[in-house]
């Protein structure tokens, strides 16, 4: 949790708030929606990684809570359409990554739906359909992403209830989701996939520039550059995502310099040496073929 509410100013704080101030911390702190008792914990480093400041729940949040990771997921499988996302057991769900790879790939379905009228036949409007399934199962992965985000450092709870299937093997969020820090990782993975094993995979990151491609009239968005590493010839790699998108969804969308997104896609890859030799620049990119792939934080 992020925010909190306090007992001291009898208002909402953010853990960065309270990480100023010390003295906020006497009176206690309730989480905003179920008002359960929370904790809070400062920014610090956990097994190399870094841990921002948030609020910690000391008991269970009741089941109708924001903050509740098996209640809002039942939630939201009971509303996904074509099974997207649906419950096996009392606290574990499945989510079909299969059904969004299918629908970004164009993949056609093997018996198009046709309607008569006489003796004629028609086809339905099948990229309509595909727009709309499109539309809806991304809407299902984007409202699991402001989950994820929403739990802040508890998001632990939700990818241990959520299995990831792709064509019946089960992804592991480590392969699915990646950070800023994990780049590197990200980059690793994707080079490692055969194509046809390829799928989408969530990358999160804060917006560094965006910049108007003349040749395609689109524009790329590209975020910070990810932890460096070395390769075996002892070049430095660089980590570096862009998104490209059109004039239109990027004003629809409202990207700005600075804001922290997250985006689902099926990225590619390619490295590319700098001016300078020792340098290389392992791009990942991916085009943004709905508003719904993207999610700002």
Excluded at 7 to 32: H, M, T, W, Y
Excluded at 42 to 52: A, D, I, L, W
Excluded at 107 to 136: H, P
Aim: hydrophobic residues 30%.
């Amino acid at each position: 949790m992020r925010k909190a509410f306090s007992k001291a100013l009898n208002r909402e704080v953010s853990a960065d708030e309270v990480s100023q101030n010390d003295s906020l911390k006497i009176s206690g702190f309730n989480c905003i929606d179920c008002e359960i008792p929370v904790i809070h914990k400062k920014e610090h480093n956990r097994n190399k990684s870094f841990v921002s400041a948030h609020f910690a729940r000391k008991q269970e949040h009741i089941e109708s809570c924001k903050y509740h990771a098996v209640g809002q997921m039942t939630i939201l499988a009971r509303s996904s359409d074509d099974n997207v996302l649906s419950s096996f057991g009392k606290e574990n769900f499945i989510f079909r990554l299969t059904m969004i790879h299918d629908e970004l790939d164009g993949k056609k379905e093997q018996e198009k739906d046709k309607i008569s009228q006489g003796n004629t036949v028609f086809s339905i409007n099948k990229k309509y359909e595909s727009q709309g399934r499109l539309s809806s199962y991304l809407g299902t992965m984007k409202k699991i992403v402001e989950l994820r985000n929403l739990l802040a450092n508890d998001k632990k709870e939700l990818t241990s209830i959520v299995e990831i299937d792709f064509r019946g093997e089960k992804i592991k969020w480590k392969n699915f989701y990646y950070e800023p820090d994990q780049y590197l990782q990200a980059y690793k993975y994707l080079k490692k996939l055969k194509y046809q094993d390829r799928h989408p995979i969530c990358l999160e990151g804060t917006v560094n520039s965006i910049n108007y491609i003349e040749k395609t009239d689109n524009y790329a968005v590209n975020l910070k550059w990810g932890e460096k590493g070395i390769n075996s010839e002892g070049n430095i790699q660089i980590p570096s995502p862009s998104i490209f998108m059109t004039k239109k969804e990027l004003l629809e969308l409202s990207i700005e310099i600075g804001d922290t997104i997250v985006t689902c896609a099926k990225y590619t890859i390619r490295a590319s040496k700098g001016r300078e030799t020792e340098r290389e620049f392992l791009r990942i990119s991916a085009n943004l073929n709905h508003k719904h792939q993207m999610v700002i934080l």
